[in-house]
């Protein structure tokens, strides 16, 4: 995911902390670590500060006790995330209709 668009769909924020970042000073964090299996798109990529970064390191918010303050977004219509939660959604959506 390009950069700027992935800071463009943050604005320009660090999802855990707020801090306000720019081109220079932010980092991406895999939310689902690619050691657990995370994919680089962009339904698990999220803007983050190098602190933040740093105190979640090779675990998941949950694992690290952190919150992202909104939830992730994928922007690319082709992300194998995107699909497999509008396939999730639907499931639900048919269930909830019986």
């Known amino acids: 995911m390009p ?27 895999h939310v689902l670590p690619r050691s657990k299996g995370g994919l680089t798109t962009s339904g698990n990529l999220v803007c983050s500060c190098y602190d933040c970064n740093q105190t979640k390191g090779d675990r998941t918010p949950e694992e690290a006790g952190m919150l992202l303050l909104k939830p992730v977004k994928s922007v690319n219509m082709f992300d194998p995330t995107r699909k497999m939660m509008e396939i999730y959604n639907n ?8």
């Not at 499931?91 to 019986?98: E, L, M, N, T, V």
């Open 3 to 29: 950069e700027r668009a992935l800071l463009e769909r943050d604005g320009y924020k660090c999802q855990y902390c707020g801090h306000k970042l720019t081109k220079e000073t932010f980092t991406k964090d």
């Open 91 to 98: 499931f639900i959506k048919q269930g909830s209709a019986r």
